[in-house]
C-alpha cells in the first residue's frame, strides 16, 4: 500500500495550492480519503474527508469555504484545493484512507492508511 502526497510548498498569504495523493496498492473505490494536517508543537487535525463513491464531504470549521476535497476513482488519486492561505495553514498535510466512512475520519481522525506527509509554509 502507497499514498504519495505532493504539491506543497512555500506561498504567500491569500495564496493557493493543490495537493495530490496517488494512492496504490488497495481499493481505493471501497475506502473514505481524507486529508489531516499537522503544524509544529501541535496534534494532527482533520481538515476534509469525503466518502466512498456518494461524494458527501465533511470539513473542519478552520478550512470550510477555502479547502475543497476530490477524488478521481478511475486514477486512484485524491486532491486537496487549497485557497486564500494563512498563517495559520503551515503545517505538514498528510492524506489518508480509511475502511469506516469520512464520518468516522472525521471525528476520530483514524484511518488504516496514511500518506508520508508534504510540507505547506504560508509565509510572506
Known amino acids: 500500500v502507497q499514498l504519495q502526497a505532493s504539491g506543497g510548498g512555500l506561498v504567500q498569504p491569500g495564496g493557493s495550492l493543490r495537493l495530490s495523493c496517488v494512492t496504490s496498492g488497495f481499493n481505493f473505490d471501497y475506502y473514505a480519503i481524507g486529508w489531516f494536517r499537522q503544524a509544529p508543537g501541535k496534534e494532527r487535525a482533520f481538515l476534509a474527508a469525503?466518502?466512498?463513491?456518494?461524494?458527501?464531504?465533511y470539513y473542519a470549521d478552520s478550512v470550510r469555504g477555502r479547502f475543497t476535497v476530490s477524488r478521481d476513482n478511475t486514477d486512484n488519486t485524491m486532491y486537496l484545493q487549497m485557497d486564500s492561505l494563512n498563517l495559520e495553514d503551515t503545517a505538514v498535510y498528510y492524506c489518508?484512507?480509511?475502511?469506516?466512512?469520512?464520518?468516522?475520519?472525521?471525528?476520530?481522525?483514524?484511518?488504516?492508511?496514511w500518506g508520508q506527509g508534504t510540507q505547506v509554509t504560508v509565509s510572506s
Open positions: 469525503i466518502s466512498r463513491r456518494i461524494g458527501i464531504n
Open positions: 489518508a484512507a480509511g475502511s469506516t466512512s469520512a464520518q468516522t475520519m472525521s471525528r476520530t481522525l483514524l484511518a488504516d492508511y
